[in-house]
C-alpha cells in the first residue's frame, strides 16, 4: 500500500497506535529499577555500592525534574513557571495536564525511588 491511497472498504487498516515493545519507556525503566535494586543490596555490606545507589537515585530525581520543567515550558510560560516554584503542581501537570503515558511512567518512578531513599535516610539516622 502506498501512503495517500484510501484503503478498500472491508480491509482493515494497519493499527497505527501500536509501537514496538522497545520503543516504549517499560523495559528501560524495569533495568533502571533491577539496577538500583542490586546496587542497594550490594550496598547494604559495601558503602561503595550505597553510594552508587544513593547517586543513581539522586541523579535520576534531578534528571526527571528538568524533563518535567521542559514538557511544562514547552506547554506555556506560565505551566512552566507554576511548575517551577510550586513542586506540587509539578505532580497535577504530569498526571492530570499533560498526556504523555511515558513522561506519566518516568516521573511516578521518580516519586518512588524519592520515597526509597528517604525512608533508607531515615534508616541510617
Known amino acids: 500500500m502506498v501512503a495517500g ?6 480491509r482493515p ?3 497505527e497506535w501500536e509501537t514496538p515493545w522497545y520503543k516504549t519507556a517499560f523495559p528501560y525503566v524495569g533495568v533502571f529499577v533491577l539496577l538500583l535494586g542490586v546496587l542497594y543490596l550490594l550496598g547494604r555490606e559495601n ?8 547517586g543513581l537515585g539522586l541523579a535520576y530525581a534531578a534528571i526527571m525534574h528538568i524533563v518535567v520543567l521542559v514538557a511544562a515550558f514547552r506547554e506555556s510560560v506560565g ?3 507554576l511548575t517551577l ?3 506540587i503542581y509539578g505532580l497535577w501537570f504530569v498526571f492530570k495536564t499533560n498526556d504523555s503515558d511515558t513522561l506519566k ?3 511516578g518512578v521518580a516519586i518512588v525511588v524519592n520515597l526509597v531513599m528517604r ?3 531515615l534508616k541510617y539516622e
Not at 5 to 10: E, I, R, Y
Not at 47 to 54: G, I, K, S
Request: proline content about 10%.
Open 5 to 10: 491511497q484510501a484503503v478498500a472498504p472491508g
Open 13 to 15: 487498516r494497519a493499527a
Open 47 to 54: 558503602p561503595a555500592f550505597m553510594l552508587a545507589f544513593v
Open 79 to 81: 505551566t512552566g513557571f
Open 85 to 87: 516554584c510550586i513542586p
Open 105 to 107: 511512567i518516568l516521573y
Open 119 to 121: 525512608l533508607i535516610a
